[in-house]
């Protein structure tokens, strides 16, 4: 059966840690040492209806590095969109290509694409989810810590969809984690259903300060995600003292999944703080997908 990962939850806990293996080892470069090329001759579709920096270039050089070859199909680039229905891109690039990663708006269009592509399809951002983002996260968090065993980890924001993943993420490995969110931008509670079936679900609070007394470890995402450009006067005004300041930060590390914007939900002092961690945090999206892709395709 063709396996799709659209949100975190559709590997096993056993999957998760078997690929976040994968990504260290393959970060160390040792398969790539031994001249080892996993990925040759396998070509991914990159279907991106919003922007991106990190996830588009980190999965076309990492496809690079792996041996294989990436094609971008931005929203201006292909039918999609202008036309052409999700169901037959999906089932036109099933012929071409050996896996399809995808940047949408609706996460039940990504749910279409995987329903008719006879590849392996990755959830590159929806509005509800970003999964590869939690693998970086995870990647990052183990690499900083030795593991997840003792870590605490606040996330201080919005509870959107950098938030649900990571929180589904950290269920699946233990991490202790508490979410702070304005009361409207919870999590779902439909996130909080998933956490509970694959550990557990994480303590909520609309108290930043009492959400980072005990953390090792701030996380915070943009308070205006893409596609929400109309509410953000609403949600600026809801965001108040939500703000990351390298005050807050102290022997805490600091984690964002980027881009930052700076004077929202962090201060530059924060992002350029010697606890912040958002760059081997942007460089993991590489290995972490690396990892990902070798375990699905190689
Ligand atoms: N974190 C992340 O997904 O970044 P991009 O939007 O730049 O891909
Ligand atoms: N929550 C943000 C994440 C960007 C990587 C957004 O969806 O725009």
Redesign the pocket.
């Known amino acids: 059966m063709t396996r799709h990962v659209l949100d975190i939850d559709d590997l096993t806990r056993a999957e998760l840690h078997a690929v976040l293996d994968r990504a260290a080892e393959l970060k160390s470069g040792g398969r790539l040492q031994e001249d080892e090329r996993p990925l040759e001759n396998r070509t991914l579709a990159m279907l991106f209806e919003k922007p991106?920096?990190?996830?588009?270039t980190s999965f076309e050089t990492g496809m690079t590095r792996l041996g294989g070859h990436a094609i971008f199909l931005g929203p201006d680039d292909i039918h999609l969109g202008h036309g052409e229905p999700i169901k037959d891109t999906s089932r036109a690039l099933s012929g071409y290509v050996d896996a399809i990663m995808a940047r949408l708006f609706d996460h039940e269009d990504a749910e279409d694409l995987a329903a008719y592509a006879d590849v392996p399809v990755i959830n590159g951002?929806t509005d509800d989810a970003?999964p590869c983002?939690t693998l970086a996260d995870l990647l990052t968090i183990r690499e900083r810590f030795g593991g997840f065993e003792d870590v605490s980890v606040a996330w201080v924001g919005d509870g959107n969809n950098v938030a649900s993943s990571f929180a589904i993420g950290a269920a699946m490995v233990d991490l202790d984690l508490t979410v702070a969110t304005p009361a409207d931008y919870a999590l779902d509670e439909s996130v909080l259903d998933r956490c509970e079936a694959v550990g557990s679900a994480p303590a909520t609070t609309t108290d930043p300060d009492a959400a980072i007394a005990d953390a090792d470890v701030i996380y915070t995402d943009v308070w205006v995600s893409m596609g929400e450009e109309d509410e953000r006067d609403q949600k600026l005004a809801a965001f108040e003292g939500f703000q990351i300041t390298a005050d807050w930060i102290g022997d805490r590390e600091l984690m964002h999944?980027?881009?930052a914007h700076r004077g929202e939900e962090v201060t530059d002092g924060a992002v350029e703080h010697s606890n912040s961690v958002v760059w081997q945090q942007a460089e993991n999206r590489m290995h972490a997908q690396n990892g990902l892709l070798t375990w699905l395709l190689a």
């Open positions: 991106s920096t990190r996830t588009r951002l970003h983002q999944c980027l881009p």
